[in-house]
């Protein structure tokens, strides 16, 4: 039973005239390769390496440093020994040593865990039976991370260990391609998943937190641990009327999108007596203008004061995220970038934007000083 909509306020759309809060300028362009690039993603687990980001696309992985002045330096690259493979999605992670790990995953449905202190595959998880089209890292046990499958399935692992520990997939779970997944910033226990079936799904894994806890202490072969099917989410929000391809938690709301041009912030409101049910309050929209294709990412800074997010033309919007009504802090437009952004990538304070394209580039963006 999918939650309904609350009847009270409608919800409040920003307007498209920048507020020229923050102005951007383009400091470097990097053409990678000729392939596309799906992913972008700075290191928000180890403040040792905010600084610090990788891109996917193709079979390679790229890490990379923001350095002063607009340089980009190439830090390490590592390329799947199956040319076939076709990266969409990476996470940074760490070993419970503290280790960066950076954890890779695409159309072969393998994950790779790439220990960057070594700049070896420490790992690859095998269990997913179909592409890889999302990885997220718990930001409070950062071990920990999730994967959104076109298997219509979520797994969560252990980098540490090598285990998958749940499955979020059966009978109340997704009927497509799961496109992105996202774990609560405080509560430990809660994701949140959207796809193609058009839905956003919040589960919780309270209950099985035991196998959690684990799979840290595991020592037999971690094809031996006891996985657990997660069947049921707590709550199922049908927002969207098309494929949903981007959530994230902002504090106990979610903001998501789908294909319609917009972002949206809404609360689920949950019923405690009958799980799955409840109502969904949308507070705010976020107008993204041609940006009606599906896989295309948006990204937060480390507080989750402003969004990102690029459109099908290659210009990239950037809304403050916790103002009512929105306000659009800036519109980054060059007359060369005219490719497709699959996903930005701003930085802990916010002042330096990636993007990636199609046309395989990445575009540096940073913030002027007297804004």
């Known amino acids: 039973m999918a939650a309904k909509f609350a009847?009270?306020?409608?919800?409040?759309?920003?307007?498209?005239?920048?507020?020229?809060?923050?102005?951007y300028r383009v400091?470097?362009?990097?053409?990678?390769?000729?392939?596309?690039?799906?992913?972008?993603?700075?290191?928000?687990?180890?403040?040792?390496?905010?600084?610090?980001?990788?891109t996917v696309g193709g079979n390679r992985v790229t890490v990379y440093q923001c350095l002063e002045g607009g340089v980009i330096a190439v830090l390490q690259s590592y390329i799947d020994e199956d040319k076939d493979e076709s990266f969409y999605t990476a996470s940074w992670a760490c070993n419970v040593?503290?280790?960066?790990?950076?954890?890779?995953?695409?159309i072969n449905g393998i994950m790779r865990v790439i220990d960057c202190g070594s700049e070896k595959i420490d790992k690859s998880f095998v269990g997913h039976g179909d592409s890889i089209n999302e990885i997220r890292t718990q930001p409070l046990k950062s071990s920990l991370v999730v994967s959104a499958s076109k298997d219509e399935s979520v797994r969560l692992w252990n980098v540490h260990t090598g285990i998958c520990i749940l499955i979020f997939a059966g009978a109340g779970g997704h009927r497509n391609e799961v496109l992105s997944v996202d774990f609560h910033p405080s509560d430990i226990y809660r994701i949140a998943s959207c796809g193609m079936d058009n839905t956003v799904k919040i589960w919780s894994m309270k209950e099985f937190w035991t196998y959690v806890e684990k799979s840290f202490t595991w020592t037999d072969l971690p094809s031996k641990f006891p996985t657990k099917y997660v069947q049921f989410p707590?709550?199922?929000?049908?927002i969207h009327t098309n494929y949903?391809?981007?959530n994230r938690w902002l504090g106990d709301f979610l903001l998501s999108k789908s294909v319609d041009n917009e972002i949206v912030l809404w609360e689920p409101k949950m019923k405690e007596?009958?799980?799955?049910e409840g109502t969904v309050d949308i507070l705010q929209k976020?107008?993204?203008?041609?940006?009606?294709?599906?896989?295309?990412?948006?990204?937060?800074?480390?507080?989750?004061?402003?969004?990102a997010i690029g459109n099908r033309e290659g210009k990239i919007f950037v809304w403050e995220l916790q103002s009512s009504?929105?306000?659009?802090?800036?519109?980054?437009?060059?007359?060369?970038?005219?490719?497709?952004?699959?996903?930005?990538?701003?930085s802990f304070d916010g002042s330096t934007i990636l993007s990636c394209c199609e046309d395989g580039t990445i575009w540096r963006w940073d913030a002027m000083e007297n804004s």
């Open 325 to 346: 009504p929105p306000v659009l802090i800036a519109k980054l437009i060059h007359p060369q970038s005219k490719s497709p952004i699959r996903q930005t990538a701003t």
């Open 273 to 276: 007596q009958s799980p799955g």
């Open 27 to 54: 400091t470097n362009r990097l053409q990678e390769g000729k392939r596309p690039l799906y992913a972008i993603v700075f290191n928000f687990i180890d403040s040792r390496y905010f600084n610090v980001f990788a």
């Open 234 to 238: 707590v709550f199922i929000a049908s």
């Open 286 to 307: 976020y107008p993204v203008p041609e940006c009606d294709i599906w896989f295309i990412k948006f990204s937060c800074d480390f507080h989750y004061n402003a969004a």
């Open 7 to 23: 009847l009270g306020s409608e919800p409040v759309a920003g307007s498209l005239a920048p507020s020229k809060k923050r102005e």
């Open 244 to 246: 949903v391809d981007c």
């Open 97 to 106: 040593d503290g280790n960066p790990f950076l954890v890779a995953g695409g």
